[in-house]
């Protein structure tokens, strides 16, 4: 192999900790925004999209239907502390504060703590329209789950620039 297919591959990071993936099956830090999609606790059909974004802490919940969350009136639903807390195990508590933009005073950091800080600001609720692209992304990683396991490669996933030339 040569360097250059060496250095053409995506470094992945490693998750600070394992995490199920049945409450929260989706996190992402992007876009400015803590996001992802949460499972709801009553109805097995319906999933929350929540997101927070960094440095205002606006807060966002809606069902994948376009329907807000019954919770999310004035400070962070259930649905988003699930979500901080799982982003947590993600990606460890230092990294998401540093992107959301808290300010932790002292004591080891941690998913309760990141949500208490950021809801003593009394953060504005959010619009919802950063809902449909993060459950088009979270249907497309599902999507790959119903792919057969393979190592030839997926023409969606092919980035890069052909390593020959053309004649």
């Not at 992007?30 to 319906?46: M, N």
């Not at 692209?133 to 393979?150: M, W």
């Amino acid at each position: 192999m040569s360097d250059w297919e060496r250095s053409s591959t995506a470094r992945v990071t490693v998750p600070a900790r394992p995490r199920k993936l049945a409450k929260v099956p989706f996190v992402e830090l992007a876009d400015g925004r803590l996001q992802g999609v949460v499972s709801s606790g009553s109805d097995i059909e319906r999933v929350y999209v929540s997101s927070v974004a960094a440095g205002t802490y606006a807060f966002a919940c809606s069902t994948n239907n376009n329907r807000p969350c019954g919770g999310a009136r004035g400070m962070f639903c259930n649905h988003i502390r699930a979500l901080i807390n799982e982003a947590v195990l993600q990606y460890g508590a230092e990294r998401v504060a540093r992107y959301l933009r808290v300010e932790l005073t002292d004591g080891e950091p941690s998913g309760q703590t990141i949500a208490h800080v950021m809801d003593h600001t009394r953060p504005a609720q959010g619009d919802t329209k950063a809902a449909a692209p993060v459950f088009s992304r979270f249907l497309r990683h599902l999507a790959y789950l119903e792919l057969a396991p393979t190592t030839a490669p997926l023409p969606e996933m092919q980035w890069f620039p052909p390593t020959r030339a053309v004649a």
